[in-house]
């Protein structure tokens, strides 16, 4: 029935229990749940199982993201990262710490043959804090979990990780004054991380054509109010509202505004595939600036190149050879970076799924390091993870990970 060996496996015998175990109707019932506090706003795959992770895999990634943040703490690090904000897009304003970040990890096949994890990007970015807080305590209602794996991290529960949330969004401002910032954020794919971040925070979704500016202040409508804008959750991408252009007139917001951003936006940019290169960690892919390779490594179909200014995957060289480098003609806005082997850890009904983990942080004001908080896992089956890489296949798509105690 399976395609490898249990060998290959994580927690092989909690994933065999799990397989046998599943139906298409424990399937069902768990979309049906968790879409039913807002119905019709996943638009995305969700996939058929979460992810069993061994506790010497969580505590690799998270000693690996512990390290980076060393280096992010560090006085320089800002300086070190001037460059990877675009001119055209930097904002000004009171950077402070980056409140969210987010590592993602591929499980991949080592030198020996065994698992271990491996950094592909990372991000000073807001994730899917709301959805992943519910939906792991919906899984659990549906599926046979263990109740000592956790898909928390650092002992928070629902409660404590809610209340968290909660402080590093609103701070000190009344939570009228602030706001989610996205593009039509009730058309974008993660909106239902928008809803459930609503209903932990009272936060309102609105779009940047809702801002209303005046001098340095910014208002938007609240049950038809005017009401200032104090502190912004910013979920807006610049990639994203370059390339939109049934936006109009709206609020640049690289103008200097009295507001508090979270995070700010220049974090984006700082905390990115630009600080790959910075990072030498054996869990760490070789990573290079393209433009300071003075000469290509002779394996180079073991190395992929990445833009360093686009998202969700758009956009990467996954097949690499010296004419498609050639072909570049912005290197320093590239980078090449050692392949990993992502390992077939997931067993399906049909093929085997690469994983991808996500390990999510929160900054509180004031505190003087980020702390892991949740999760969020992707499996995939195609040549990349992504919706695009995926289509038609099953026991792939968005989910979460339960880590061993």
């Excluded at 390779?293 to 956009?315: H, I, R």
Aim: net charge negative; proline share 6%.
């Amino acid at each position: 029935m399976y395609a490898i060996k249990a060998a290959g496996v994580m927690i092989p015998a909690l994933r065999h229990q799990f397989n046998k175990e599943f139906t298409a109707e424990k399937y069902q019932g768990f979309l049906s749940d968790l879409e039913s506090a807002h119905p019709g706003s996943i638009d995305f795959r969700i996939a058929e199982t979460p992810v069993f992770m061994p506790a010497i895999i969580r505590d690799q990634m998270l000693e690996t993201c512990e390290r980076i943040i060393d280096l992010i703490v560090d006085p320089g690090f800002k300086g070190q990262t001037d460059r990877s904000i675009p001119a055209h897009e930097f904002v000004p304003g009171n950077e402070k710490n980056p409140s969210m970040l987010a590592f993602d990890f591929g499980i991949c096949i080592n030198e020996t043959g065994g698992l271990e994890p491996q950094l592909i990007e990372m991000q000073g970015f807001p994730s899917l804090f709301g959805l992943q807080v519910f939906f792991g305590e919906i899984q659990r209602k549906h599926f046979s979990i263990p109740g000592s794996f956790s898909h928390y991290l650092n002992n928070h529960d629902e409660a404590s990780l809610k209340k968290l949330f909660s402080e590093v969004l609103l701070g000190k401002s009344p939570t009228e004054n602030t706001i989610l910032l996205e593009i039509k954020p009730h058309a974008q794919k993660t909106r239902v991380d928008f809803y459930f971040t609503e209903d932990l925070t009272g936060i309102q979704p609105v779009c940047i054509t809702e801002l209303i500016s005046e001098g340095r202040k910014l208002y938007y409508l609240k049950d038809g109010v005017k009401t200032r804008v104090l502190r912004i959750y910013n979920r807006i991408i610049f990639d994203d509202l370059r390339s939109r252009t049934d936006l109009g007139n709206h609020v640049d917001i690289t103008d200097h505004f009295e507001v508090e951003w979270i995070p700010h936006p220049n974090w984006f940019y700082r905390v990115s595939k630009f600080t790959l290169p910075f990072i030498h960690h054996r869990f760490v892919p070789q990573t290079f600036f393209l433009d300071q390779v003075k000469q290509l490594p002779s394996d180079l179909e073991n190395y992929v190149v990445k833009p360093l200014f686009s998202f969700a995957g758009q956009g990467v060289i996954i097949d690499v050879n010296a004419e498609a480098i050639a072909g570049i003609d912005d290197p320093q806005n590239w980078i090449l970076q050692r392949k990993v082997k992502y390992a077939n850890a997931i067993l399906t009904p049909s093929d085997p799924a690469k994983v991808e983990i996500r390990m999510m942080y929160l900054w509180k004001d004031g505190a003087a390091r980020p702390e892991p908080v949740i999760n969020l896992s992707r499996l995939s089956k195609g040549k990349m993870i992504g919706v695009r890489y995926n289509k038609d296949k099953d026991w792939v798509g968005g989910s979460i990970c339960f880590f061993e105690p």
